[in-house]
């Protein structure tokens, strides 16, 4: 078979890893032209497969040049709570090898069920080309776990929080925070749902707002959020590009007051 029509073939099928992995596995030809689409992404949901991955690059080392992003997801351990945390152990991942890595997305990890640990941290730490983490329904024992998470990857542009919790005492804290503001140099943030906009615009508004930020997205405003969000969105910078709000304006007519004035940001082009 041509060279030309296996490409087209893989590309076709770059995101069903089930049957790239059968075509590999049964046309040997084909495995070093399916490796980019096989392991650009690395989904890990247990220890065991933690553990397998972690073997896999030991023994395979080339692979790693593919993987492009890490997703670690702990619904297993959300659903029951009997089993054995395991994220903290993603500092056993040998990151050095990993050179192409430019996103990490946490998924129902809960980060208020493991003790503060230092490794895991400074393996954060030597993600020198992370650029993006996102956060769907993780749990944080409080807002300053959060930061120090966020603040630990050197080259983070972008993050995205959808479903994220705190401990019950600290959300009740919104000024809960570092005592030194980090100081990043964000392209874009994203709230997506139960995003506690109020905590996060207060935090962003502490840094000052970088000038580097393009992209803002807030898709869930409640109108108990919206004093506080258009207090930040005043305060952005020229250099926005995209922005995006959600809420309901028919039902809370008084949010209006706290729209975001386009015609302070000319460049903004979405």
């Not at 030809?29 to 220890?47: A, C, D, H, K």
């Not at 952005?236 to 995209?242: H, K, Q, V």
Request: charged share 20%; glycine share 2%; hydrophobic share 45%.
């Amino acid at each position: 078979m041509p060279l030309e029509i296996i490409d087209e073939i893989i590309d076709h099928n770059h995101d069903d890893p089930a049957t790239l992995r059968a075509c590999a596995l049964t046309a040997r030809s084909w495995q070093p032209r399916s490796y980019r689409n096989l392991f650009s992404t690395i989904t890990v949901t247990s220890s065991a497969s933690l553990s397998r991955f972690i073997h896999f690059l030991n023994g395979s080392p080339h692979i790693a040049s593919f993987v492009e992003e890490l997703c670690f997801d702990a619904h297993a351990n959300y659903r029951d709570a009997t089993l054995k945390p395991w994220i903290h152990e993603l500092a056993t991942i040998p990151m050095g090898e990993l050179t192409r890595i430019r996103s990490l997305r946490f998924s129902k990890v809960q980060w208020s069920c493991i003790e503060k640990n230092e490794a895991l941290l400074s393996t954060l730490r030597s993600y020198s080309t992370v650029q993006e983490v996102y956060f769907r329904g993780c749990s944080f024992p409080t807002f300053i776990d959060f930061e120090e998470f966020v603040v630990a990857m050197p080259a983070l542009t972008r993050f995205s929080v959808d479903l994220i919790t705190w401990s019950f005492v600290d959300r009740f804290h919104i000024d809960r925070m570092m005592a030194d503001p980090p100081k990043l140099q964000l392209s874009g943030v994203e709230f997506i749902r139960f995003a506690d906009p109020v905590k996060f615009c207060s935090w962003l508004l502490r840094m000052p707002i970088p000038p580097t930020l393009q992209t803002v997205a807030f898709h869930w405003v409640m109108a108990e959020d919206a004093q506080m969000v258009g207090k930040f969105l005043a305060e952005l910078g020229p250099g926005l590009r995209s922005l995006r709000i959600g809420c309901r304006l028919d039902k809370h007519p008084e949010m209006a007051y706290c729209a975001y004035d386009l015609a302070l940001h000319p460049a903004t082009t979405s």
